[in-house]
């Protein structure tokens, strides 16, 4: 495939000022650097402050926003850039003409991040798992072991059959934990869930209660999914969005670029950072994926800076990686932004509980979309 450029003529050369570009690309990193930092700070110093904790409503509010500032940038930004590069005059018309590449390679990277969210959620909760176990004393185990057999014999005294149980009487350890999964499962829902924290059934003649933090550790767990599989997702659009941004040498490509960048940065890491922050990780794992993040786009612009005057972004190679990279990043962003980002908290207990809550993020959500998908006209 040929590095040389197919497109020649004075439309593409008119704006052109390498001097006043090499200013603007370094105004562009720290501006972008500073937007970055400032939006995945925000969450992790905050999460001690009372405004803006990660189970506040102001909180819930802003990464409803953010949610909708990445699902505008994979679908208004990334995806229509991958089809213009995959469609571009400069390529053979066989195969990249005749067949939608860029929407197939989108849809590839979203089953694929599918796959990584099934795959890393099993991994950590079995690893959770086999670190509890690891906590329980041996006397502890025997109260539980001596509690549940309580609890189940209560109920078979009354002859009623446990859910999980087996035909000669005797609870497998698979019984068991079916057992606690019916029993998790047949918690009041709809209006009786919401008026109170904390509810109260019974098993038998025994009566306890269970409240709306009872799945932290599985929430912790998907979190620590979450945030590593979304930081992969903006850092792979990143590293595109630094390096095109580095080899243009038009001061008008640039100018626009960096307010719409400053402002990409900022929400995608504010995402970024809640995720990071519900996940609970330690200081030195936070710092690193927080690093990583905000110097991603800079260090790409740089990058792009220092090739600029070899490199050849119009050459036909240059626009297959352009666009298969777009295309994969556009996929694993809308899945993100719509599965763990937006599913995950506007179907929750928590947003279908408080209506003022509900209207509030569902206009965060359009405006952060919007405003996103608004800058495409500039950039």
Not at 69 to 95: F, K, Q, R, Y
Not at 287 to 310: D, K, N, Q
Not at 323 to 345: N, T
Request: glycine share 10%; proline share 3%.
């Amino acid at each position: 495939m040929s590095n040389a450029s197919c497109r020649a003529g004075a439309g593409f050369e008119a704006c052109r000022d390498e001097s006043a570009a090499f200013i603007l690309k370094m105004v562009a990193i720290a501006a972008i650097l500073t937007a970055g930092v400032a939006g995945v700070t925000i969450p992790l110093v905050g999460k001690n402050r009372r405004f803006l904790r990660t189970d506040s409503n102001v909180f819930f509010a802003a990464k409803a926003f953010a949610a909708g500032v990445i699902l505008a940038t994979g679908l208004v930004h990334m995806l229509p850039d991958a089809t213009e590069a995959l469609t571009d005059s400069c390529l053979p018309a066989n195969p990249w003409s005749k067949f939608p590449f860029s929407g197939f390679f989108t849809m590839m990277a979203s089953l694929a991040t599918l796959l990584v969210d099934f795959v890393g959620t099993q991994y950590y909760e079995r690893k959770q798992e086999k670190h509890m176990a690891g906590q329980v004393a041996p006397v502890d185990s025997a109260n539980m072991v001596s509690s549940t057999e309580s609890g189940i014999g209560e109920m078979k005294e009354s002859g009623e059959k446990v859910f999980g149980e087996e035909e000669g009487g005797g609870m497998h350890i698979v019984g068991i934990h079916a057992h606690a999964a019916h029993h998790r499962h047949n918690h009041p829902h709809g209006k009786d869930a919401c008026e109170g924290h904390v509810r109260e059934h019974s098993h038998g003649s025994r009566v306890h209660s269970h409240g709306f933090g009872d799945d932290d550790d599985e929430g912790s767990v998907r979190h620590v999914v979450v945030s590593q599989v979304l930081e992969l997702g903006i850092v792979s659009h990143s590293i595109i969005i630094g390096l095109s941004l580095g080899v243009s040498q038009s001061p008008c490509t640039i100018r626009p670029l960096i307010a719409a960048l400053s402002f990409h940065q900022f929400f995608e890491g504010f995402a970024l950072g809640g995720c990071i922050s519900q996940a609970q990780f330690r200081t030195l794992h936070t710092t690193l994926m927080a690093c990583f993040f905000a110097f991603t786009t800079p260090a790409g612009i740089a990058f792009g800076t220092g090739i600029a005057s070899f490199y050849n972004p119009d050459s036909p190679r240059a626009l297959i990686i352009e666009g298969i990279l777009d295309s994969i990043s556009a996929g694993i962003l809308v899945y993100m932004a719509l599965v763990d980002l937006i599913a995950a908290d506007f179907l929750s207990k928590r947003m279908s509980c408080n209506v003022r809550l509900q209207v509030v993020s569902y206009f965060a959500l359009f405006l952060g979309a919007g405003l996103m998908s608004s800058l495409a006209i500039w950039a």
